[in-house]
C-alpha cells in the first residue's frame, strides 16, 4: 500500500541544535533513506523550501486569488516529505518513526486514495 | 423455545471467535460481520427446528464461512481482470490481509488458532490509529458482540451516531490498511496497553452508572470483566493482563456497597461490607497475588494491590494505610500524575492524621494542580473540618460544589457541609 509521509517541522527545533547535533540528524535522514531504497519501500521524496517562499491558490466564484504564504500558519510546517510502498500502516508507521523530525515535530501518515475505492 | 433463547446467547459469545476466523481470511470487517449476521439469521430459522448444535460455534463459522465465499466469488466475476490482477479483494477495497489468509479455514478449530484470532481481533479494534472511543465501539461490537443500538444506550448516545461511528472505524481500517496480524514482540507491551485501557474505560463506563441507569450499563462492567477474563486466556503470562482482571474483580466484588436502593453514593468510609462478596475478593487477591509473583510490575498490577488492601480490610479504620500509602508511592513511579498524589494524600492523612495529609493537599493546590476537579477541595474539606477549622472546612466545600462533580457526588458534598453547621463558633 501507497502512503504520504508529511513531515511537520518547527524551524525553531533545528536552530536550537548545535552544529555537531544537526549534522548527526542530517546522517539519520540520508541513513534512512539508503534503508528504506534498499528495502524498495522509497518511491519518491523531497524536503520543501521554507514556508515564506510557499503561495496559496484558490478559486472560487469570484474567480482565481492568489495569496502569500502557506495554507495554514502555524508553528510547525510542511518541510518535506516521503512516498512510500510498503505492507501495511503498521510498517508506515514504523518507518515513519524513524524519521528525525519525528522527534521534535510530527508526520502525518496518509494512504494515497485508490479511485478503484471511491 | 429455551433452545432458541440460549442460541441468541450464543450468537454473542460466539461473535469474536467467528469475526477473528473470518477476519483472517478475508481480512474485511464488513464482509465478515455480514457473513456473521447471515450466519445467526439462518440459525434463529434452523435451530428451533433442528435443535441448537452440539458445537455451535463451528455451526455459526461453517455457514458464515460459505457466505462469505459466496459473496467473495460474486463480487469477482463482476470485476474486471485488472482490478484482480492488482491484488485487491473483490470489493475493491486493499486492507492489507495477513499472510495466513491462503490457509483453510480451521472451522474445528485448534484452539490456539481460534484464540489467535481473537486476540488479533482485539488488537485490531484498539490500534492507535483508530481514535479511543471509536476502540471502544469496535471492540464491543465485535469482541462483545452487543448490537449498535445496545453500545449507543450504553454510552448514552443517539443510535445514528453510534452507528457513524462504527462505520468511520472499519473505513479507515480498511482505507488506512490497518492490518490484522499479532503486534510484533517490541510493540507488544503498547498494543497491549491499548486494549487493557479499552477494556478499563467499558468498566469505568459501567461502574459510574448509578442504580437509575438502566440496567445495560451495569452489564457494562459484566462485559468488561468478561473481556479482561477473555484477554487472561489469550495473554496468561503478562502481568498487567492479570492485574487488570484482578483490579475489575476487586472493584465489582464490592459493587453492592457503593450505591444505596434510592441511588445515593456511599463513600468507601461508610460502606457496609457485608454486601461485599467475599468469595469474589478472595478470588481477585489471589489474581493480583499471581500477577505480581509474576511481574513486572506494572499500574493495574498496583491499583489492583490498593483495591486488595481495602477489600481485606474489616473496616476503614482498619486497613493498611501504610501499605496503600507505599503502593501509592509505587504507582506514581509507574503513572505519575496528580490524582495519584491526591488518592496518597488521602492515605496518609489515614495513617499520620489530618494535619499531615493536609500538607500533601496544599503541595498539590500550591503546584496548580487539578484546578477544575471536585475532589481536591472536597478532599481539604474534609481534612479541615477533622481538625476543628470549620469555617475554611466549609468554604472548601462551596469550592468543591462549585466544581463539576455528579449530582450523588453534588448530593454528598451538601450533606457533609451541612453536617458542619451545629460546630460554627457563632460570630
Not at chain 1, 64 to 76: F, I, N
Not at chain 2, 118 to 138: D, G, I, M, S
Not at chain 2, 295 to 310: D, F, N, S, T, W
Request: net charge negative.
Amino acid at each position: 500500500m501507497k502512503y504520504m509521509l508529511l513531515i511537520y517541522s518547527n524551524p525553531a527545533n533545528w536552530a536550537a541544535l548545535s552544529e555537531a547535533q544537526t549534522k548527526e540528524l542530517m546522517d539519520d535522514y540520508f541513513a534512512f533513506s539508503q534503508r528504506i531504497n534498499e528495502s524498495g519501500e522509497f518511491i519518491a521524496g523531497d524536503p520543501l523550501q521554507g514556508p515564506d517562499t510557499a503561495t496559496v491558490v484558490r478559486v472560487r466564484e469570484g474567480g482565481r486569488s492568489v495569496s502569500d504564504g502557506p495554507y495554514v500558519e502555524t508553528k510547525e510546517h510542511l518541510a518535506g516529505y516521503y512516498l512510500v510502498d510498503c505492507e501495511s500502516l503498521d510498517r508506515a508507521l514504523d518507518l515513519a518513526a524513524q524519521i528525525p523530525d519525528a522527534r521534535f515535530g510530527g508526520i502525518e501518515v496518509r494512504p494515497l486514495a485508490d479511485f478503484g475505492q471511491m | 423455545m429455551s433452545g432458541v433463547i440460549a442460541g441468541e446467547e450464543v450468537f454473542r459469545t460466539e461473535s469474536g471467535r467467528v469475526l477473528g476466523a473470518l477476519m483472517r481470511r478475508y481480512g474485511d470487517l464488513d464482509l465478515a460481520e455480514d457473513a456473521f449476521q447471515d450466519a445467526c439469521l439462518a440459525a434463529l430459522e434452523t435451530w428451533p427446528r433442528d435443535g441448537v448444535p452440539d458445537s455451535p460455534g463451528a455451526w455459526l463459522t461453517t455457514v458464515a464461512a460459505n457466505r462469505a465465499l459466496d459473496r467473495v466469488r460474486r463480487e469477482a466475476r463482476r470485476l474486471p481482470k485488472e482490478v484482480q490482477a492488482l491484488g485487491l479483494r473483490a470489493d475493491g477495497v486493499g486492507a492489507a490481509v495477513s499472510p495466513a489468509a491462503d490457509e483453510e479455514l480451521d472451522l474445528d478449530g485448534e484452539p490456539s488458532v481460534l484464540q489467535d484470532d481473537q486476540l488479533r481481533l482485539l488488537f485490531l479494534c484498539c490500534h492507535p490509529a483508530l481514535a479511543e472511543e471509536a476502540q471502544v465501539a469496535l471492540t464491543l461490537r465485535t469482541v462483545g458482540g452487543l448490537t449498535t443500538p445496545e453500545i449507543a444506550r450504553a454510552f448514552l448516545v443517539p443510535e445514528p451516531t453510534m452507528a457513524q461511528r462504527l462505520v468511520r472505524a472499519k473505513r479507515k481500517i480498511a482505507l488506512a490498511g490497518i492490518p490484522f496480524r499479532m503486534p510484533e514482540p517490541d510493540e507488544l507491551p503498547e498494543r497491549t496497553a491499548a486494549v487493557l485501557h479499552v477494556v478499563y474505560l467499558v468498566f469505568n463506563e459501567g461502574y459510574s452508572a448509578t442504580v437509575s441507569d438502566t440496567l445495560v450499563r451495569t452489564d457494562l462492567c459484566d462485559e468488561a470483566l468478561r473481556l479482561a477474563a477473555l484477554l487472561a486466556v489469550l495473554r496468561p503470562n503478562d502481568a498487567e493482563v492479570a492485574g487488570l482482571q484482578a483490579l475489575l474483580v476487586l472493584h465489582d466484588a464490592r459493587r453492592r456497597g457503593r450505591v444505596t436502593p434510592d441511588g445515593r453514593l456511599v463513600p468507601l468510609a461508610e460502606q457496609d461490607r457485608t454486601t461485599w462478596d467475599g468469595a469474589r475478593i478472595a478470588y481477585g487477591v489471589r489474581l493480583v497475588e499471581e500477577a505480581l509473583r509474576t511481574g513486572p510490575v506494572g499500574p493495574y498490577q498496583l491499583e489492583a494491590a490498593i483495591a486488595a488492601v481495602h477489600a481485606e480490610a474489616a473496616t476503614y479504620d482498619d486497613t493498611d494505610w501504610a501499605q496503600i500509602v507505599a503502593l501509592y508511592g509505587l504507582l506514581e513511579q509507574a503513572t505519575p500524575g496528580p490524582l495519584v498524589r491526591l488518592n496518597r494524600a488521602v492515605a496518609v492523612s489515614m495513617r499520620d492524621g489530618p494535619a499531615a495529609g493536609l500538607v500533601e493537599l496544599d503541595r498539590l493546590v500550591a503546584a496548580g494542580e487539578l484546578p477544575t476537579h471536585h475532589r481536591l477541595p472536597a478532599a481539604r474539606a474534609h481534612l479541615l473540618a477533622e481538625l476543628g477549622r470549620t469555617e475554611e472546612a466549609m468554604a472548601e466545600y462551596d469550592r468543591a460544589l462549585a466544581l463539576d462533580a455528579s449530582q450523588p457526588e453534588q448530593a454528598y458534598l451538601r450533606e457533609q457541609r451541612a453536617a458542619l453547621m451545629p460546630s460554627r463558633t457563632p460570630p
